[in-house]
């Protein structure tokens, strides 16, 4: 009888238990979701009601949003012991490392680097905005290292933020930059049209540019060109400008144009004027295809210093046009930075291989050697160029539940899930979601990463659980890495579209991360990024009738886009590459690409890729489909299988 009344009493403290956690829960949830109601608040500019909020919701997870909220409304306004006393009260946290980079970035542009001053410690994840924005503040503030570290910013001419820009203009006061160095920030704008800034350089080193002169060289260069005179250095300016602009608008004059240009000017001159036709032939390979001749141009500019961009565009050409001996040359005259990058020591070894010494072989296979520890893009390539199989992926590290309990009590992740919960705006999630990431990596805390990664597996939160496995140091997991939802359906469809299954996991990580209602900004949706002009394609192609909503069905989503997948490989030589590039953007483009005069490796044709976002794509693409050939049990894998010489384009 005792025994019974006990178990009774246990029932009872049991369920008591039950009934105040699911209390503790739903009160949680009730908290979080006044997230949602601040959010409108502040979208409204209802700052007695975020108020309201700021004290209603102080002890949740999400509490400081309203308070961020306020502050951001004004940020202008703000004093920096406003911003300084929210960083420390919400140390390291997601919101506060971006309310004080805005901050900063807001105080910059109204000149106010005192005020911004304080708040430079609290910015500790910036992007290139916000860094040239923290890199002003610092020059203001009399650093000198500030000179050296933004070398690339100050020979930057490609499009970059207005902070940017700001901070070479305020570089051209600093005695620090050499008269070389402005000259070579001079010679980049002229090619670049860039008249105004181009100005500023030229008076920083005794050079008078008259802005009408720019204007009406601009209206018609090539008349210009045929009477331009080339004694004072002005004039020489002039040339290099005239040249840089007719090259943007016809090629293969302005090529003939710069060979008489060159007569009778100083050698720097005459190596400007080659590099002007070299950068902008490099550069506009959309509009004039590929040529030959762009290297050639590229190689008489030699002995001119590089800027970063320059050496880019320099190396690229030399890799699409068997340029070894200037492919080394382009490397060499990149930044030490640059050039250690997996990408050019790979480069570097495929050049150092073409030549015929010993000595230049064996330093290629020591270069291999030590990219083939890792298993990215180009560490697989070195795999392949030493013959290496990739046999096993490292074995699989599981959280402990000491883990799990950590990643419960961590803060960062809490509000992520909180705000994955309550369907806040993505935004936010990723934000918060990102930045406990990128916390736990700092520490080099494994355990916690995969904890969050195998908590978003199990709730189908593929995109993030990829995000957090991809940062692990030294424990991996590489089915929270390269997830395999929905797998019967992918092998299935791959299998009936002639594909391999490996490579359509491949496309579709990378294209959405298994995110099923992705929308990209052109339209493009689901799993595998569909258009919906290809997929009345694909839908006619089948002999079916065309549904909107069909998109949106995983089922669908995944066999049209693996019919299309294998549509544009049969188009495409059966190239795996040339329908990667094809299928991110367009088959006549990925075509257009393709050699004329002699067939180019894989490799090749991919670095010399014009579009940056396609040319990452396929990287991308066929690293992942070496990952998931072995995880789909295919056996030993190089990445070169699927990366078969270019053919030539078919006239």
Known sequence: MLKDKFKTHKIYQLLALSVASACAVNAAQAADADFNEALRAANASNISALQQYQYSMQNDALGYYPEYWILNSSLASQPASQIVNFAQRYPQSAMAEKLAADYVEEKVKMADFSSAQPVLPYVTNADQAETCAVAQVRAQSGDPLVYAEFKDVWLTTNSQPESCTGLGRMMLSSPLLTAQDRQQRLWGQLRAGQSGQAIATAQSIGMNLSLAQLNSIQANPIQYLWTAPKNSKEEQAYLVYAVGRLADTDLVSAMSAARKAV???????????YRAVGYVGGTTVMKNNFNREVLDFLDASYGLPFSPEEAEIYARQAIRFNGWNSLIRAIDSMSVTQRQEDRWQYWLARAYEQQSDSKSKRAAEEIYRKLAIGDDYHNLLAKDR???????LPANTLPTNADAVRLSQDIHFRRAFALRNINAPENYINREWNWAVRQAYLKHDDGLILAAAKRATD??????????????????????????????YVVSHSQNAGIDPAWAYGLMRQESRF?????????????????????????RQMG????????????????YGTFYLSMIQSQLSNSPVLATAGYNAGPNRARRWQPEGQIIAADQYTESIPLTETRDYVKHVMTNATHYGILLGQGSQTIGQRMNAIPLRSQ
């Open 459 to 488: 709730m189908g939160w593929y995109d993030r659980a990829i995000y957090a496995a991809d940062r692990t140091s030294k424990q991996h997991n590489y089915t929270y890495r390269y997830a395999m939802p929905h797998q019967a």
């Open 544 to 559: 079916e009738t065309y549904n909107p909503a069909a998109l949106t069905d995983m089922n669908t989503n995944i066999r």
């Open 263 to 273: 007569e009778g000017v100083p050698a720097d001159v005459q190596k400007a004027i």
């Open 515 to 539: 995110v099923s209602h992705a929308r990209s900004h052109v339209g493009a949706g689901g799993l595998m990024q569909i258009m919906p002009n290809t997929a009345k394609l694909v839908a």
């Open 386 to 392: 030493l013959g290496q199989k990739y046999n096993n």
